[in-house]
């Protein structure tokens, strides 16, 4: 008896589960209708599969160069977030004097800043800098990947420095005396140290700037510069009612995301969890 | 500090401050100032300063009034949606399941995926499936174009929202839940309580620290929410769903009212932190100490 209701259960929660995904099933299933097919039962398995519309959303969308653009764009600014940010934050933490309490503090409080406060001002200054300093910062990769950079601190900072607080301080004083210079004693004793809060910072920018929309669409103007969300807006803007076109070109868009999410899914789930418990 | 320590102390902060200060506190700054400030955006046009006109304007304005309706309506249905499926599918994948670890990775997927393609693919649902469905079976009452009425679109965000967020909160959830110490439970157990009464009293008492993080996640999520806002309802029908963000971009990119705009983002702004750091202080109260 218990068994059978165990049973049950399990299969209650897996049928549940299932359900809950049902809006990527319709998805997937009416990306490869005829559109006489799509209009029969969108709720059906196709008769017949046709990548066909995968084809045309793939070059309508350029997606190869969006896929390039966005992996370039988000290594790139992860891998600057979690160095300069471990770096300042390893110092702020182990220096203690009023200069880096204030930085810590103006860090932590612009955590409350919305986007939207600083958009303007921001486009505008960097519009300033491109002409009257002639470097390039709006319409590039690397003024979009500065400007993320600049986005991600204040949260990494938070998070390493909490981090940091909990690491006795007896190691790094030891390799000191020693006669080890700051730079060797972070790079080779205390980033190692900090793994794991290094993959949480990580993941947790890995997904942020990988589906960001409004800031790349306000600095990235060429269409050859696009990164995946902006490709998709821009298609999607063309063929809203060629469904399964679009569902394809949504599919398409998904696919890199859960490929990732296979591969990293426990550190993602660990990571995001303890991120989110600092 | 002597003179080698405070040239290491700047060599490994200095380059992240000079990013941090150039992308965030200036802009910030400047932004004060843009707000007191009418201004179409376009540089060869003058900058005329208004004094506190804008902020005047902005409260005179019943767009903005309605936004911030929509928004609040918006934000407290989601902090219920998102917050209540996302404790019960933490307590069902805390079970003793064989599939509790495939659920919960089914459950988080969702979370991934960035708002503005989550809102496409709802998009079609709610305008174009729902509409079939609602030929085949004749329950039109429920299966209707959800996203051309009013009332029901701004449901349709708030269940795309919970979407995307509840397998994020069941993970803290989980989290928490797995933090209580078993030989707690098993002791209730022991002395008769029940079910319910292990869930309410013990399981939910415990959970304040994960449930002040989840309050404090979904409320500045819903608060601030564009993406979903832009590719879902793009702000329709008849602006009954344009949120406090999307109003903003629009005061400045689509009107040219730089000023305006940057004045409605400062509001924004003081909003926000005053929300979330009352949230915080309110909930953290009233955590108990194991």
Not at chain 1, 172 to 199: D, H, Q, Y
Not at chain 1, 263 to 268: D, I, L, R, V
Not at chain 2, 105 to 128: E, Q
Not at chain 2, 198 to 204: H, L
Request: charged share 10%.
């Amino acid at each position: 008896m218990v068994k059978a209701r165990v049973y049950i259960f399990e299969v209650f929660l897996f049928i549940l589960a299932l359900v809950f995904l049902s809006p990527i099933y319709i998805m997937v299933v009416n990306s490869f209708k005829s559109r006489a097919e799509l209009y029969e039962n969108p709720l059906a398995l196709p008769t017949s599969f046709s990548f066909e519309y995968y084809i045309q959303a793939f070059e309508k969308m350029n997606f190869l160069s969006g896929f390039v653009n966005s992996l370039y764009v988000t290594v790139a600014s992860v891998v600057l977030t979690v160095i300069l940010a471990s770096m300042t934050a390893w110092m702020l933490a182990r220096t203690d004097n009023k200069w880096s309490k204030t930085i810590y503090l103006v860090f932590v409080a612009t955590m409350l800043i919305p986007f939207q406060t600083i958009m303007m001002p921001l486009m505008q200054s960097m519009n300033w800098v491109q002409t009257h300093l002639n470097i390039p910062m709006m319409n590039t990769h690397e003024g979009l990947i500065y400007m993320n950079v600049g986005f991600n601190a204040s949260m990494a900072v938070f998070l390493y420095h909490g981090f940091i607080k909990t690491i006795p301080v007896a190691l790094e004083e030891a390799a000191e005396l020693e006669g080890c210079n700051k730079f060797r004693l972070f790079w080779s004793i205390v980033f190692p140290m900090l793994k794991t809060i290094t993959v949480t910072i990580a993941i947790i920018n890995i997904m942020g700037v990988w589906n960001d929309f409004l800031l790349p669409s306000l600095v990235l103007t060429d269409k050859s510069l696009r990164t995946i969300p902006l490709s998709m807006f821009y298609f999607f803007g063309e063929f809203t009612i060629v469904w399964n076109l679009a569902m394809a070109g949504l599919t398409l868009t998904i696919i890199p995301v859960v490929i990732f999410y296979m591969f990293a899914q426990k550190y993602m789930i660990k990571g995001i969890t303890a991120g989110a418990l600092k | 500090m002597n003179t080698k320590e405070r040239a290491w102390f700047l060599l490994f902060t200095v380059p992240l401050l000079f990013i941090f200060t150039t992308v965030v506190v200036v802009p910030f700054t400047i932004g004060i100032f843009y707000s007191f400030i009418a201004w179409d955006g376009i540089s060869a046009n003058p900058k005329t300063f208004v004094g506190f006109k804008n902020f005047i304007d902005l409260f005179r304005d019943e767009q903005f009034y309605s936004s911030a309706w929509h928004t609040v309506k918006f934000t407290v249905l989601s902090l219920l949606g998102v917050n209540i499926v996302g404790i019960v599918l933490s307590l069902l994948v805390t079970s003793n399941l064989k599939v509790k670890h495939a659920a919960r990775t089914m459950f988080f997927l969702p979370n991934l995926i960035g708002g503005l393609i989550l809102g496409y693919i709802w998009k079609f649902i709610f305008s174009d499936v729902t509409t079939l469905l609602g030929e085949k079976t004749g329950m039109d009452v429920l299966f209707f174009n959800w996203l051309l009425n009013p009332q029901s679109a701004l449901y349709a965000m708030v269940i795309v929202f919970a979407w995307q967020m509840a397998g994020y909160t069941m993970l803290i959830y989980v989290a928490g839940i797995l933090g209580i110490p078993d030989e707690m439970l098993e002791a209730a157990k022991v002395d008769g309580a029940n079910l319910w009464q292990r869930t309410t009293r013990i399981i939910f008492p415990l959970l304040m620290p994960a449930f002040t993080i989840c309050l404090f996640l979904t409320l500045s999520g819903a608060f601030k929410v564009y993406d979903i806002n832009l590719s879902l309802t793009g702000g329709g029908p008849f602006k009954a769903t344009e949120m406090f963000a999307m109003n903003i971009f629009n005061e400045m990119f689509t009107f040219s009212h730089y000023g305006l705009g940057q004045a409605k983002a400062i509001i924004f702004f003081i909003v926000v932190a005053l929300i979330t750091l009352l949230q915080v202080v309110i909930t953290k109260k009233r955590e108990v100490q194991m």
